[in-house]
């Protein structure tokens, strides 16, 4: 059974008169977190296009990138949205309800953060109501102000990344333990420690970047560390 089929269950499952929210009352335990972890994307997607006030072609290719949907899902994956985008409660509303269902797995909580900026992001565009939108969501999950700066620094291009926000350490951190930070990110980058979060197999593509992003900061940083100490 495909992960579409199992969202279109629990979406029929709503009873007269619920909103899209009470899903995520309902879906806590594996292997149901996959379905949500999808459905919380989708909904907060939905939300967040409110944000800008459009939603862009671009944006929904990026959505489609993140979740590998197969041309027979696309009608699943826009019911949700659109109820989502339907539902008269708030993204804040929904927002504290995935918190709930998900509790303190902060590192599920950062993907799903990483999917909503790479679909922020689409077109190129990062809109002062989607960064206000996407801050707020960061402090209802409960994530560190650092978590949602190192998100931020490799999606938005305010200007060249700085490595080290990348990989959340301190520009004064010793190498070594800026190598462990590496290290730790990349494993916990692995499609088997993803899945093991209740990401969704057709979701595990979006960490590809995320490693692209890690061994490029891991690499500037180290290369300077040694120019600089060829001039010591």
């Known amino acids: 059974m495909s992960i579409w089929t199992r969202i279109t269950e629990a979406v029929s499952a709503l009873t007269k008169g619920e ?41 929904v290719t990026a959505f489609r990138e993140v979740f590998q949907i197969a041309r027979d899902d696309e009608a699943g994956a826009a019911r949700v949205f659109n109820l989502a985008r339907q539902d008269v409660a708030g993204f804040e509303d929904y927002a504290t309800r995935i ?57 938005v291009p305010d200007a060249k990344p700085d490595p080290y ?32 979060r209740g990401v969704p197999q057709e979701a595990v593509k979006m960490a590809e970047k995320r490693v692209v992003d890690l061994n490029r900061a891991w690499e500037e940083i180290s290369k300077e560390a040694g120019d600089a100490d060829r001039h010591l």
């Open 19 to 59: 909103g899209l929210s009470a899903v995520f009352d309902r879906l806590r335990t594996p292997p149901e977190r996959s379905v949500a972890f999808t459905i919380a994307v989708i909904a907060l997607s939905a939300k967040m296009a409110k944000a800008d006030g459009l939603v862009t072609r671009d944006e």
């Open 99 to 155: 918190k709930r269902m998900f509790g303190d797995q902060d590192g599920t909580l950062c993907d799903l953060m990483e999917g909503l900026f790479h679909i922020a992001m689409a077109d190129g565009t990062y809109h002062p109501n989607e960064d206000a939108f996407l801050r707020r969501v960061a402090q209802i999950f409960g994530l560190p102000d650092g978590d949602f700066k190192r998100l931020r620094s490799r999606f």
């Open 165 to 196: 926000a990348v990989l959340g350490v301190d520009p004064r951190t010793p190498l070594e333990e800026v190598r462990k930070a590496w290290r730790r990110q990349v494993r916990d980058s692995h499609p088997d420690a993803m899945i093991a």
